[in-house]
């Protein structure tokens, strides 16, 4: 990962887990407040919000924590096998 785009990453991760926090705010209130059309739809929000943003900021957390992932290099010279050589998802015949 680039270092403008770890950045970036780590910028959108702290906005996520903030939006994740707010949304948990929201949802505590209106789980104690008085049922109704408007709280279900408070509580119906917040929880998809909240859902939404952990998982996201869980999946940059990941990627920013786990090992670098580096292409596969071809050395010059040597050939391609096979398997690697078609395209993804289509199968010989």
Do not use: C, D
């Not at 903030?18 to 109704?36: E, I, N």
């Amino acid at each position: 990962m680039y270092a403008v785009n770890a950045r970036r990453a780590r910028r959108w991760f702290w906005t996520l887990l903030t939006v994740a926090v707010l949304a948990m705010g929201a949802l505590y209130q209106g789980l104690r407040a008085t049922p109704g059309a408007g709280t279900g739809l408070l509580v119906a929000i917040s929880a998809l919000v909240l859902v939404a943003s952990a998982v996201q900021a869980a999946r940059i957390l990941t990627t920013l924590t786990g090992p670098p992932r580096f292409p596969r290099q071809r050395r010059p010279g040597r050939e391609v096998p096979a398997a690697e050589s078609r395209p993804h998802g289509r199968k010989p015949t």
